[in-house]
């Protein structure tokens, strides 16, 4: 059985996921506020956060499907078709209740902040609503995009979750699994019709990270063992290297779309050494408030927006009444701190009371492998 240490390594790497998702978002939203922002913002991508999660998702998800790994036959592909149901019930469990409560959430907000042109309007939040409860949020983001697009990734995970099972269920090898992923995430490399940076096939991640879980976990294979991350010092220089890597290449690579999948690549590479449980991922010192971030990352990642654009627009409504160009240092500052602020506790009361339930909720539906039928003599 695997240590559970090795899962607080990858809940490590969800906390600089949805770090980097923040940073993004706090970037693109002050761009024009302070030249620093607006410099930084062009010379990085920290978009590539989902990426992160993407790749933690293809491997965990990969991991949880175990028992529908290896060949079957007839009688069992209709076992393993109806706990695929199981399957479907227990993701949408533990992701849809967290998600439509800040669907609603931004609706609302909408409503109430519409006059200052920065939140969508009634109709565009009402096809969200409708798109994001179904997970076609990206479908629709693509023909009518707004600044709440971030919730796209969100329908490109539930998408690949419905597409794997029957993968597993019908394709009988592990070579040939992979490769029917390999060959569409190629596909939606080619095919970009809207663009570099196309969300709607952009599934590298995910499929990096189901990669990993066939080289590491099923095929066994170890990571070594580096005397120079024996340190803390050197376990720090790797950790901001693999890090810093998947920020900038999509960037420095730009507008080639292979800097996202070199990123997301080595984004997998880190789930890699987090799951062997080498103890490379840093924490800089911060283990209690990185492994808090890990531990609601979801939360954060769907509160944080929100919190962030209100902050915004009262931000925007004070220079209008004040008749100033820009913010002052303090009233720049006062607002970051207002979104902080408010992240960690919007975070923590839907962790609480929304996205811990629902997780032990799923934990309840268990997926069982196939038995034969005993034989009567």
Known sequence: MANQDRYKEIDYLRAYAVLFIIILH??????????????????TDFGMGVDLFFAISGFVIAKSLVCFWGPKKEEEKKHYLSQSLSFYKKRFLRLWPSAMVWLIISFCCALVFHADGTWPGLVSMIK???????????????????????????????????????????????????????????????????????WMLRFDGIVFGVLVYILFVRTGVELPDFKCLGSRIGRAGFTIIMLAGIAVLPTALSPSRFGITVSSFLAAMLVAVAYQNKGYISTFGMRPLIAWLGSRSYSIYLCHFPCLLIAR?????????????????????LSLT??????????????RLIERPSLLASQKIRLAPYEKPMSVS
């Not at 706090?26 to 010379?43: C, D, H, M, R």
């Not at 627009?313 to 500052?333: C, G, K, Q, W």
């Open 128 to 198: 969200k609503l409708i798109s994001g409860a179904v997970y076609m949020y990206n479908f629709e983001e693509y023909s009518n995009p707004s600044v709440l697009g971030y919730f796209w990734s969100l329908s490109v995970e539930w998408q690949f979750y419905l597409v794997l099972p029957i993968i597993l269920i019908f394709v009988n090898r592990d070579r040939f699994r992979f490769g029917i992923l390999f060959a569409a995430m190629v596909l939606s490399i080619i095919v970009m019709p809207g663009g570099n940076g196309w």
């Open 338 to 351: 207002i979104i902080i602020v408010s992240v960690v506790v919007f975070a923590e009361i839907t962790y």
């Open 313 to 333: 627009s009262i931000l925007a409504r004070y220079i209008t009444m004040h008749d100033v160009l820009n913010p002052s240092h303090f009233e720049l500052l």
């Open 26 to 43: 706090i970037l693109g939203a002050y761009q024009g506020v302070s030249p620093i922002f607006e410099t930084f913002f062009k010379n």
